[in-house]
Nanobody, 118 residues
Framework: VQLQASGGGLVQAGASLRLSCAAS????????FGWFRQAPGTEREVVAS????????YVADSLKGRFTISRERAKNTVYLQMNSLKPEDTAVYYC????????????WGQGTQVTVSS
């Protein structure tokens, strides 16, 4: 599996952004896809994850209500919809994938910068 992330940018607090992670390669139904983020000086944290089939989604408790993860079969793409963005959401966001049987994410896309100004 290969991943290509896009959709980051500079926005004002309260705005929305949608990140995309285009996946290609092996049977995607065997994989779990996740979004992570890392701000300067902090550890990488999980934001959300989703299984391809069925689309069982998880969003970090602190982000529920503002962030949503989804996938679109026809485009082999996983999305992270981010609403009501706050300056503390500023980070580099990464999409990643792991086989269902694995405990570790082994495939990482390039990061996309999200900057939220106050």
């Amino acid at each position: 599996v290969q991943l290509q992330a896009s959709g980051g940018g500079l926005v004002q607090a309260g705005a929305s952004l949608r990140l995309s992670c285009a996946a290609s390669g092996r049977t995607l139904s065997n994989y779990v896809f996740g979004w992570f983020r890392q701000a300067p000086g902090t550890e990488r944290e999980v934001v959300a994850s989703i299984t391809w089939s069925p689309a069982n989604a998880y969003v970090a408790d602190s982000l529920k209500g503002r962030f949503t993860i989804s996938r679109e079969r026809a485009k082999n793409t996983v999305y992270l919809q981010m609403n009501s963005l706050k300056p503390e959401d500023t980070a580099v966001y990464y999409c990643a994938a792991k086989h269902r049987a694995s405990s570790e994410y082994s495939v990482w896309g390039q990061g996309t910068q999200v900057t939220v100004s106050s």
